[in-house]
């Protein structure tokens, strides 16, 4: 399978903004993506990506992709303590297969 | 909220005995997911579904079956549960393969002791 990492905490204060890396390995990912898991829940969609992109904004959410060093992160403006929580990078392959990191536990403190 | 359901939500089982846990949806949707999430592995495809009857291996098969009889119902099923597969399983559904937006459901807390 593919490897999708992530670190596995970040600590923010509220207010401040976040900023959650992953690394993956296959170069002819499609899309990328960025789940939210608060606990005890699945996981939620927040955004993609297509792999020709560089950047995406949407609202307080900031994607950037360098395909060349196949690193993805998504900055979160303004973080508040209801982003706390895991948060997931995923890569489509071409063979249309999700891989998921390892997820990151982002903790807003307040 | 996409419309999945799974059940049982929590389960504990001994090692060896069959399980099987289900995944219901209402959306009518084609593809339907079976992951496992274990700390320091996010989550890992086991199989999935793109119809009724047809369904294909992912990344972590070993172990486990699956059947889909009717769209709206997908079964994963450990023949003979191991300690190995002691996890949270989720189930999710999409419209279509691809860059569509896969819908989970709530998850299983499954314990084998």
């Known amino acids: 399978g593919e490897d999708v990492e992530q670190s596995l905490f970040l600590s923010v204060r509220e207010g401040d903004s976040s900023v959650i890396n992953c690394t993956y390995t296959?170069?002819?990912?499609?899309?990328l993506y960025w789940y939210k898991q608060e606990p005890g829940a699945g996981l939620q969609l927040l955004t993609y990506i297509f792999s020709n992109m560089d950047m995406k904004q949407d609202q307080r959410l900031t994607v950037l992709l360098n395909k060349k060093d196949k690193h993805l992160s998504l900055r979160i403006a303004d973080t508040q303590t209801g982003d706390s929580a895991i948060y997931f990078c995923a890569e489509l392959d071409t063979g249309n297969q999700f891989y998921f990191g390892t997820g990151t536990s982002l903790t807003v403190i307040p | 909220d996409a419309g999945i359901t799974q059940s049982p939500r929590h389960k504990v089982t001994e090692t060896g005995t069959p399980v099987t846990l289900r995944c219901h949806q209402t959306?009518?949707?084609?593809?339907m997911y079976w992951y496992r999430q274990d700390p320091g592995h996010g989550l890992r495809l086991i199989h999935y579904?793109?119809?009724?009857?047809?369904?294909d291996k992912g990344e972590v098969s070993d172990g486990y079956s699956v059947s889909r009889s009717k769209t709206e119902d997908f079964l994963l099923t450990l023949e003979s549960a191991t300690s190995s597969q002691t996890s949270v399983y989720f189930c999710?559904?999409?419209?279509?393969?691809?860059?569509?937006?896969?819908?989970f459901g709530p998850g299983t807390r499954l314990t084998v002791t």
């Open positions: 296959d170069s002819s990912s499609t899309y």
């Open positions: 959306e009518n949707h084609r593809y």
């Open positions: 579904s793109y119809g009724v009857k047809d369904t």
């Open positions: 999710a559904i999409s419209e279509r393969q691809g860059i569509y937006e896969q819908y």
